[in-house]
């Protein structure tokens, strides 16, 4: 196999790096991203409801509009037969009754009777009334209707925004998801690469065994997955000589609880502060003392994993 290949070469592509860092920032995106889906499902139910109602009241209105012409359409033949039985005089000044009562109540039971005396005054002036009163309730219901029709306008939009808006976030939702999984399955290929090689150079000292350690924390932080096994060749003959709990690459005054642990601040560091792989410009860092035979020498050691 050939071991001679640069350090960049061995570092993860940055698309890969940045489908990293959003699944990181996401957290657990299948899990927020469900929730703002289930969020926006409700907004979804809620203005269908809504609508719904709307039309529901716009059906009740419209059958009592229907119903009401029917009364007025009823009352008209009445009031029509009623006249009919009335002198030429009494069923002129009746009209005159019925005109001005469409903006007056000024026709009152008396005044029916000096048109048309006894009962029959009376039950024009119940049936005009009546139908007056019909024709304001439906000039009401045509009004509310008008508001009812407004309300179904609104619904109907806010319905159509809360769709888009749970559409748009379905698809982000399966967008997530899917950087997830890809990052998910780059990772696993990726250790599943480098783990087995690691721990064949490590295989009989202290750091046996922790080669997916080493793998994960370098795909996850971006670092050339031979740098910190190497280092820790140099420093400590791997992990044999700390002078430091599981410090095994004479970082600072560090100490730890577990190889994996230190692995990953380890390689977290050398992200954060060496660029994540091995230049002379990191070696005069991290070995101020012989930076030249330092950098030699980690090479020299890379190039076996």
Same mark, same amino acid.
């Given at each position: 196999?050939?071991?001679?290949?640069?350090?960049?070469?061995?570092?993860?592509?940055?698309?890969?790096?940045?489908?990293?860092?959003?699944?990181?920032?996401?957290?657990?995106?299948?899990?927020?991203?469900?929730?703002?889906?289930?969020?926006?499902?409700?907004?979804?139910?809620?203005? +269908?409801?809504?609508?719904? +109602?709307?039309?529901?009241?716009?059906?009740?209105?419209?059958?009592?509009?229907?119903?009401?012409?029917?009364?007025?359409?009823?009352?008209?033949?009445?009031?029509?037969?009623?006249?009919?039985?009335?002198?030429?005089?009494?069923?002129?000044?009746?009209?005159?009754?019925?005109?001005?009562?469409?903006?007056?109540?000024?026709?009152?039971?008396?005044?029916?009777?000096?048109? +048309?005396?006894?009962?029959?005054?009376?039950?024009?002036?119940?049936?005009?009334?009546?139908?007056?009163?019909?024709?304001?309730?439906?000039?009401?219901?045509?009004?509310?209707?008008?508001?009812?029709?407004?309300?179904?306008?609104?619904?109907?939009?806010?319905?159509?925004?809360?769709?888009?808006?749970? $559409?748009?976030?379905?698809?982000?939702?399966? +967008?997530?998801?899917?950087?997830?999984?890809?990052?998910?399955?780059?990772?696993?290929?990726?250790?599943?690469?480098?783990?087995?090689?690691?721990?064949?150079?490590?295989?009989?000292? $202290?750091?046996?065994?922790?080669?997916?350690?080493?793998?994960?924390a370098a795909y996850d932080y971006g670092v050339d997955p031979r740098f910190s096994p190497a280092i820790s060749a140099v420093e400590s003959s791997k992990g044999a000589k700390c002078f430091k709990?599981?410090?095994?690459?004479?970082?600072?005054?560090?100490?730890?609880?577990?190889?994996?642990?230190?692995?990953?601040?380890?390689?977290?560091?050398?992200?954060?502060?060496?660029?994540?792989?091995?230049?002379?410009?990191?070696?005069?860092?991290?070995?101020?003392?012989?930076?030249?035979?330092?950098?030699?020498?980690?090479? $020299?050691?890379?190039?076996?994993?």
């Amino acid at each position: 196999m050939d071991r001679t290949f640069s350090s960049k070469a061995l570092r993860r592509p940055l698309a890969a790096v940045a489908l990293v860092g959003l699944v990181a920032a996401l957290g657990a995106p299948a899990t927020a991203m469900a929730d703002e889906v289930s969020r926006l499902q409700g907004q979804v139910d809620a203005t +269908a409801s809504a609508l719904q +109602a709307a039309k529901d009241r716009a059906v009740a209105i419209d059958s009592q509009i229907e119903e009401n012409d029917r009364s007025i359409d009823r009352l008209e033949e009445l009031l029509q037969t009623r006249q009919l039985g009335l002198g030429p005089s009494d069923r002129v000044s009746v009209n005159l009754r019925m005109q001005d009562d469409a903006t007056s109540t000024a026709f009152s039971a008396p005044a029916a009777e000096s048109d +048309a005396t006894g009962l029959a005054g009376e039950d024009l002036h119940r049936l005009i009334s009546e139908k007056t009163s019909l024709e304001a309730t439906q000039a009401n219901l045509q009004s509310t209707k008008a508001q009812t029709q407004d309300a179904i306008d609104r619904a109907a939009q806010s319905l159509a925004e809360a769709e888009a808006a749970q $559409a748009q976030a379905e698809s982000a939702a399966q +967008a997530e998801a899917q950087a997830q999984a890809a990052a998910e399955s780059a990772r696993a290929a990726y250790v599943a690469e480098w783990a087995p090689r690691i721990d064949a150079y490590l295989a009989g000292s $202290a750091l046996a065994g922790t080669g997916e350690a080493f793998a994960c924390a370098a795909y996850d932080y971006g670092v050339d997955p031979r740098f910190s096994p190497a280092i820790s060749a140099v420093e400590s003959s791997k992990g044999a000589k700390c002078f430091k709990a599981h410090n095994a690459w004479g970082w600072g005054r560090s100490s730890w609880g577990s190889w994996e642990e230190a692995i990953r601040a380890h390689v977290a560091g050398l992200a954060r502060s060496y660029g994540g792989e091995l230049t002379k410009g990191a070696a005069q860092k991290y070995c101020t003392s012989n930076p030249s035979g330092w950098y030699a020498n980690v090479s $020299a050691q890379m190039a076996t994993i």
